[in-house]
Each structure stands twice: as structure tokens, then as C-alpha cells.
């Protein structure tokens, strides 16, 4: 699975994006998807992950009613939908799939076995 993802920038605190990580190489409404994010000096951090078919989501509590993960089969695209961004959500984000068919929603980072190569969000105060 090669995955790519788009969207990040700057946005002052308050504001929002949408982050988009297109799939290709495999069968990707058959895979759940994350997003992790990445902070200077920091560890990679779980935000968000969505079943195979959208209909299950899981959230970091740190961004829980303010972010939300989507997904189009048909387009082969996963979504991170940013609201009321804050100053501690400048990272890089990444997306991941996890290879196993049908499986279940993973927060664990080396659950995943694909990683797009992130895309830099900043949220200015």
C-alpha cells in the first residue's frame, strides 16, 4: 500500500483543516485507517482511526469532538477533519494502514504496516 497524504499548513488557533491520504496498491476499503502526529522532540502519538467500512471510530481524547476521521472507499481517500485547532496540535501527521483484512481499530503505532510520509500541520496562537 503506497499512501499520501495532503492538506496540512498554517492556521491560526481556532481554526481548521482537512487532512486527505490517498491509497493506492491494495485493497483499501478491505483496511482500517489511522492517523498518528509527531510534535518536535516529541513521541508519535495516536489521533484517530476508522474501520474497514467507516463504521467505527476510535479517538485520542486529546482531540475527541474537535477532529474527525472519514473515509471514501470509492475514492480510495481517508479524512482527518481539524476543528478548533490548537497551538499543541502543530505536528507532522501522518496516516497508516493496518494490513490486516477486516481487523479491528488499532491505537498502537506498530499495529500499522503502511505510513504515508506526513504532512506538516502548524497552529499559531
Known amino acids: 500500500v503506497q499512501l499520501q497524504a495532503s492538506g496540512g499548513g498554517l492556521v491560526q488557533a481556532g481554526g481548521s483543516l482537512r487532512l486527505s491520504c490517498a491509497a493506492s496498491?491494495?485493497?483499501?476499503?478491505?483496511?482500517?485507517m489511522g492517523w498518528f502526529r509527531q510534535a518536535p522532540g516529541k513521541e508519535r502519538e495516536f489521533v484517530a482511526t476508522i474501520s474497514w467500512g467507516g463504521g467505527r471510530t476510535r479517538y485520542a481524547d486529546s482531540v475527541k469532538d474537535r477532529f474527525t476521521i472519514s473515509r471514501d472507499n470509492a475514492k480510495n481517500t481517508v479524512y482527518l477533519q481539524m476543528n478548533s485547532l490548537k497551538p499543541e496540535d502543530t505536528a507532522v501527521y501522518y496516516c497508516a494502514a493496518d494490513d490486516q483484512w477486516f481487523g479491528g481499530l488499532q491505537v498502537a503505532a506498530p499495529k500499522y504496516d503502511y505510513w504515508g510520509q506526513g504532512t506538516l500541520v502548524t497552529v499559531s496562537s
Open positions: 496498491g491494495r485493497t483499501f476499503s478491505n483496511l482500517s
